[in-house]
């Protein structure tokens, strides 16, 4: 475990990272971004109503694929691609970007700005060091990361070529800066094993990380990385600990943020994320996490969308499809699993927390059939809307249904405007 003066010395390095309080970071306007296919939407937030209202909004070249804004909040950064989840050559897609925006400061609208950068393969997620100098990309199939230079006029600049090849692991999908922005981790899932294919393991990948150049720290694969399939993690926003969702076998994993801007050596804890783990369904997967504004709480997507014959159509097979909600030990860090919140949707890719903490919008990827006895109804697509109680639970407010037939709603996520 975390020695004290450790605890204490990473705890004021990481708020002096951060430069603000959790205070300061909840006032100003708040908005949501959404996409559905190739279209951003912009929605205003009211957090007090638990509340959404569509503004406006940007076509980018391809389906968006993640995005994420500039320390500065003045500009919006966003990876789109023609190719598909699943990977293989029949999922790659040919077109592949990243996109520069301009945030409206009083509205959040976006304005294109600067060149749109052509890119070699799909990316996977997009993030913005906490310099605010670079843009990291991760790729999935094949695995790769590439660093942009942004401009000082917040264009993304040219390529940052490495003079060492990184550590990619396989099946890459989230890169972020640790909260000193001395090193970056890079979150590699692997596969589960099919047709005939063995299982490809799993790692979190630390990189030192200076003026965009990445060198290899460590590699942390319990087990070699057999049964450890990492997909997303959030960081404590005051306290040393490092959040891990495990999509391929529904966890959640703690470790020690070290001073040196690695990982404890193997998790501090390994928890279930699932409301019924006992009976987990073909199809299951874990996704998204976040850590609440307060530190108190995290947060952590449940999904399935696995379906079965019936009556001639494709219908949900059964599984869970809800937000884990856990409290946090503010000693040792350790999560408790406190409530799985029903996502009255399919596959909950996304969510976003408003800076306040007093609200959590949840974002499905598309509809499902659904059988309701020898009937069957259509599950839609949509936005839903929690409050977030003073314990950390989430209560249901409602649910904005979204037309997916233009697109899956494949990211989402709560800005806080300048």
């Known amino acids: 475990m975390i020695n004290r003066r450790t605890f204490t010395a990473l705890m004021a390095g990481t708020l002096a990272a951060s430069g603000k309080s959790f205070a300061e970071t909840a006032r100003g306007k708040t908005v949501f971004y959404a996409s559905v296919g190739t279209e951003l939407f912009l929605y205003d937030v009211d957090a007090e109503a638990a509340a959404l209202t569509r503004r406006s909004s940007v076509m980018l070249p391809a389906g968006v694929q993640y995005a994420w804004p500039h320390p500065s909040k003045r500009f919006f950064y966003v990876a789109s691609s023609n190719g598909q989840p699943g990977g293989g050559a029949v999922n790659q897609g040919d077109k592949h970007y990243a996109s520069a925006f301009r945030v409206d400061p009083a509205t959040g609208a976006l304005t294109p700005h600067g060149q749109t950068l052509a890119l070699t393969a799909r990316p996977i997620h997009i993030s913005i060091d906490g310099g605010g100098g670079f843009a990291m990309i991760a ?108 999509e391929r076998q529904n966890k959640l994993y703690t470790y020690g943020l070290q001073l040196d801007g690695t990982l ?52 949900f097979a059964g599984g869970e499809n809800n937000m884990a909600v856990w409290s946090i030990d503010q000693k040792t860090g350790e999560p408790t699993l406190i409530q799985t919140a029903d996502g009255h949707a399919n596959q909950l890719r996304t969510f976003g927390i408003d800076p306040s903490g007093r609200m959590l919008v949840a974002a499905s990827i598309s509809p499902i059939l659904m059988r309701e006895g020898n009937n069957v109804a259509n599950l839609s697509a949509g936005l839903t809307v929690y409050r977030i109680g003073g314990d950390g639970k989430l209560s249901f407010v409602r649910k904005y249904d979204v037309d997916t037939s233009k697109g899956t709603q494949f990211w989402s996520g709560m800005v806080s405007l300048g």
């Open 139 to 246: 790729y999935n199939d094949p695995s790769n990361l590439t660093v942009y230079r942004i401009n000082a006029d917040g264009t993304l600049g040219a390529l940052v070529q490495q003079r060492a090849k990184p550590d990619i692991g396989i099946y890459s999908h989230q890169i972020r800066t640790t909260p000193s922005n001395k090193t970056a981790i890079l979150v590699c899932r692997g596969n589960n094993p099919a047709d005939g294919k063995g299982e490809d393991p799993g790692s979190l990948k630390v990189f030192g990380f200076n003026e965009g150049q990445l060198t290899n720290l460590a590699s942390y694969a319990p087990g070699n990385g057999y049964g450890f399939g990492p997909r997303h993690l959030d960081f404590h926003p005051t306290l040393p600990f490092v959040y891990v969702s495990l």
């Open 264 to 315: 404890s050596r193997d998790p501090l804890f390994m928890k279930d994320s699932l409301g019924e783990p006992n009976n987990r369904r073909a199809g299951q997967g874990a996704g998204t996490i976040h850590v609440h504004p307060n530190g108190r709480f995290v947060y952590q997507a449940n999904r399935n969308s696995a379906v079965v014959d019936f009556q001639g159509k494709k219908v």
